[in-house]
């Protein structure tokens, strides 16, 4: 049981350039969420995804956009990566009637 | 605004001893509460939680309460020990957005030997 797998583990990226960032849950949950992380600022929200076809979001969306392909993908992309979103990405799955959540390894992203 | 007031940033005890960290929210509507452990260069992992109709939780060395009037909640870990250092997050979700969570920016502890 993998849990929530994230790819990659790193990346570097080049100011403009564009990725995604990928997350998978094999537990069934029905929503799954976005977070980037930054010394002394905890973990702040990006989007999130309440359910399959479902996307809404988060405190820090701007610079964003997800897909929430099916129901154990979803996706973050960077359009036009800048150095203000060099962070650790994490993505998480829970159930939808709530309870907390089970996070990925993480994906440490620097913008160069 | 939704949000969740963490304190202290950072907290120092000897093994042994106690460690208290505090949490304030601002929606009274909020009715789940989880704690998170992230040790270094690890994922967040849910240590405990607690739900608005109960005023304290216990696992072992570590508990949470919860003063709903006053809209704050804490953890505390007794007999502390070197393995308990790592950065404690708490987290608090809010009404209107489904299994929303809004985290704290999170307390590092250190125990030391």
């Known amino acids: 049981n993998a849990g929530v797998t994230q790819t990659p583990k790193f990346q570097v990226l080049k100011t403009g350039q564009s990725m995604t960032l990928q997350c998978a849950q094999d537990?069934?949950?029905?929503?799954m969420y976005w977070y980037r992380q930054d010394p002394g600022m905890g973990l702040r929200l990006i989007y999130y995804?309440?359910?399959?076809?479902?996307?809404d979001k988060g405190e820090v969306p701007n610079g964003y956009n997800v897909s929430r392909l099916n129901k154990r993908e979803f996706s973050l992309r960077l359009e036009s990566a800048a150095p203000s979103q060099t962070s650790v990405y994490f993505c998480?799955?829970?159930?939808?009637?709530?309870?907390?959540?089970?996070f990925g390894s993480g994906t440490r992203l620097t913008v160069v | 605004g939704e949000n969740v007031e963490q304190h202290p940033s950072t907290l120092s005890v000897q093994e042994g001893d106690s460690a208290v960290i505090k949490c304030t929210y601002s929606?009274?509507?909020?009715?789940?509460f989880p704690w998170y452990k992230q040790e270094l260069g690890k994922r967040p992992q849910l240590i405990i939680d607690?739900?608005?109709?109960?005023g304290e939780k216990k696992d072992q060395r570590i508990a949470v309460t919860l003063n709903k009037t006053a809209k704050h909640f804490s953890l505390h870990i007794t007999e502390t020990q070197p393995e308990d250092s790592a950065v404690y997050f708490c987290?608090?979700?809010?009404?209107?957005?489904?299994?929303?969570?809004?985290f704290g920016a999170g307390t590092r502890l250190a125990v030391h030997p």
């Open positions: 987290a608090a979700r809010f009404s209107g957005g489904y299994n929303k969570l809004i």
């Open positions: 995804s309440a359910s399959e076809g479902t996307t």
């Open positions: 998480a799955s829970s159930e939808s009637g709530g309870g907390g959540y089970t």
């Open positions: 537990m069934n949950h029905n929503s």
């Open positions: 607690i739900r608005s109709n109960v």
């Open positions: 929606d009274s509507a909020s009715n789940y």
